[in-house]
């Protein structure tokens, strides 16, 4: 229904002017726009943290205002939601309205583990620090920045660099004179990295002032080869929180030691029986609800190009996991990480103790078929497979004394997959448009998570993904950075779009 | 040789003190010792913050000076190296020589998880603060002082009790007008909780000094059951911190999860090789080497109370290790405890990362017959043979492009197991004096450690301990406490000992 209905609107499209060269412009404005993205970047915007999300949002309308953009906060209602900001560029005329998403809000922060500085006060340094990147001050002067240099900060690539380079898109359009090529709505959401858990109920409320044909999405990173990337599908996600007991007080472990379990060793032992050796997942019926790709779409993966060796140079390792099938086609697959684990203490700090907890985050990502509620449940039944009581909460004494194995597992807001065909109207101008602006890698699934589940559930519409930033970006962990060379290319494929057929 | 010497000196030794009775006095004067007690524990005492451990030092110098006892440092030489505190109370005509040994460093702290208070700021309590304890002010009056009362603060009971013990009886004793029935030697050691890296050549050094029949080492906590306990024999102890390596910087799991290896899960399933489901240690020749008790030995270990289902309750555990056997039996065999692991973050601070490093903290246990270092090695070849190449330190970029899987390996400095036989005089001589004063408890071995061994080869000299502190105490642990009834205990049996025939 959806590419129907799209099909007939491109018909019926009268001439759209020609893709802007903006480079040039963007090139002569660096300066201005370093500077005004270094500013963003100084709001802590951990999601959650939501007096400090609102003062991102505000920031935002501020910069939306002053290019004539109409914005406004978007709320749920509830006051523990982010809003969203919300801006606008309507074409008279046009036939055709998109949007087009990033988001604000950023994955947690460690202060701590940041080498580069502290994780909202921007540096910018000449290249990757851990390749002796050195601290630079902000240049006053275009011509001086080097497409080389990288910003230090959280959010830098992951994504206000998809809110910059929407934003900085529209001053280049404006400076030449040239307008989109549809009616152009901007949804910046500010609780994606919290799993985005009321956006359904957000684009619920704001259907009307959100109708479009579609969406499109600049969040996560190139392809390693470098190229930009063309994403028609997500992976969903969902995370699970585990604990596992031990006694109520730590315990010595001389005094106690091979008598009292150890919570450390049970959860190792309930990891251990997750995977298998090659990686693997050794829940039942994981990989059962898994919608094959179509014939093309595994062509398009077959002909990502192959940067698994220089990868692994590159990271330190030996060896993959998956028994020596590619990155490219692995993602296409649900999997389960192991994103921390803890019990007590290590290294100076550790002592001989039997701990009484120990935890573990887990993130399972999805792909089309699999629906996370149900993934979940598998996952349960293994822990329960493996001698655990499983509960939703902390047992009590009673419990304890019950049951000699409880875990407590506590999932995320999680949502499903989501893939546009590569035969959708969408999909093929999009391709179209940015392949001349470095966008050359097409991707079924990308292997990271967007919400685009909650689009097609709820507005009925399909999206397609634009991911630009460098794929070294420490994107969720601690000295995130952005390629500056990556983020003018980021505006010039933004503007691309805007001036798409 | 030691057997024969001590039981000649027996023979030959004159009348000698009966015990001294001083509850009486400990009673009048609760309210003293407890102030002077609280300022000892201020000072913070983590083993190897050597300028904290020199100011434990020159206090506990002071508290002798106080008490005529000729106080002195003991150094190695090394300014690494924590001094010991040395004193004595030399009787004319004594024909014995007997060293009192207590420690005065402490376990390493996380501030963060202490709810009673800062571990250095001495909190009282109505009773145990997880059953409702109270904070009280220090009390003026001794009468006022309640017995189940209890002190949080690192070192409450491990071990500053030991050294407030020795110290406050030999003020009970002068004020009796009693003295030792030995020639009294105080050695308090400064880093014991380090794993005593010097205690081998301070003795050496100081050998003159220290010459003696027999060590009486006052650490540990009571029996469960409420009784003191006499403790022939210690476990060794090693310290062993593992890393298990990832990608060189952390990444998304969405993009690189199944396929970069996760140290985590790599760890987890690393320590779940190293036991099996009963608690066994599966590392090949783990038991090998111990030595067998003695007939009498296993008697006494059977005589021990059986408190494990009183145990289980209190710490709500529905089931414990070793297939069911008693606590008693466990802590005779050698053991495998992971006192903590850790890699990135859980919980709130939880990200969907794979993380870089996966850390563990390892203590293994040792009896008689063990070797701490063919202990390691064991554990080492373990290690290879689940695939790791094993490092002693971090593994070069060259390094982890070669091996698909490394293990970093440290051994701290460990020592063995020492046990004096329940026949050796100065055995019967402190179970006889101690007997009547709660000590009713006779442990051929406790589960903790100290380095009885290192006196035995250092000094050839034989030690007996006295556990005496209460067994709840959060030891090693956040919220360690002492109850006061067991310090009041402690230095009525500390003066026991003093006049012991």
Request: proline share 7%; no cysteine; charged share 25%.
């Amino acid at each position: 229904m959806i590419r129907a209905r799209w099909a007939s609107l491109l018909l019926l499209l009268p001439t759209v002017p020609a893709s802007a060269q903006v480079m040039p412009w963007i090139e002569a404005n660096r300066a201005r726009i370093l500077a005004d993205y270094v500013e963003l970047l100084t709001i802590p915007n951990v999601a959650g943290d939501i007096p400090n999300i609102r003062r991102n949002a505000d920031h935002i309308v501020g910069m939306m205002r002053a290019r004539g953009l109409s914005p406004r906060l978007l709320e749920t209602g509830d006051p523990s939601a982010a809003p969203a900001v919300y801006g606008e560029w309507l074409v008279p005329g046009a036939t055709r309205t998109l949007v087009l998403y990033a988001h604000y809000d950023g994955q947690p922060v460690a202060p701590e583990d940041w080498k580069s500085g502290p994780p909202f006060t921007p540096v910018l340094r000449s290249e990757r620090m851990d390749k002796g990147g050195e601290v630079l001050e902000l240049p006053s002067e275009s011509a001086a920045i080097r497409p080389e240099w990288r910003l230090y900060a959280r959010s830098a690539s992951d994504d206000k660099a998809g809110v910059m380079a929407i934003i900085a898109a529209v001053d280049a359009l404006k400076a030449a004179g040239k307008r989109p090529s549809f009616n152009l709505k901007i949804f910046l959401e500010g609780e994606e990295e919290a799993g985005s858990p009321n956006l359904a109920a957000m684009l619920a409320k704001h259907r009307e002032l959100l109708r479009s044909d579609g969406w499109v999405i600049f969040d996560g990173p190139d392809h390693p080869s470098g190229a930009g990337q063309v994403v028609l599908g997500v992976r969903g996600v969902v995370g699970v929180d585990l604990a596992i007991y031990g006694p109520v007080r730590p315990l010595h472990s001389g005094h106690y030691g091979n008598w009292a379990p150890n919570p450390a060793m049970m959860l190792s032992r309930l990891l251990a029986s997750m995977k298998d050796e090659k990686g693997r997942v050794a829940v039942a019926g994981f990989y059962d609800d898994v919608v094959p790709l179509t014939d093309r779409e595994r062509k398009a993966v077959e002909a990502v190009p192959s940067v698994d060796d220089r990868l692994r140079e590159d990271l330190g390792l030996a060896a993959t996991e998956g028994d020596g099938r590619s990155l490219a086609a692995l993602i296409q697959e649900p999997s389960l990480n192991v994103g921390g684990i803890r019990s007590a203490d290590v290294g100076e700090s550790g002592r001989n103790v039997i701990p009484t907890i120990a935890e573990a985050r887990l993130d399972l990502r999805l792909v089309m078929g699999n629906d996370h509620v149900r993934q979940v449940q598998k996952l349960v039944r293994h822990i329960e497979g493996q001698g655990y009581k499983v509960l939703d909460r902390a047992p009590t004494m009673a419990e304890r004394r019950q049951w000699p194995m409880i875990a407590t597992v506590k999932a995320g807001s999680g949502y499903n997959a989501e893939r546009t065909s590569l035969d959708a109207p969408l999909a093929t101008s999009v391709i179209a448009a940015t392949r001349d602006h470095g966008a050359t890698v097409i991707l079924p699934t990308m292997g990271g998570s967007l919400p685009l589940f909650v689009l097609r559930e709820t507005l009925a519409v399909p999206s397609v993904g634009l991911a630009l930033a460098n794929h070294d970006n420490n994107q969720h962990a601690e000295d995130e950075n952005l390629r500056l060379g990556h983020l003018w290319r980021a505006i010039d494929v933004a503007a691309a779009v805007m001036t798409m057929r």
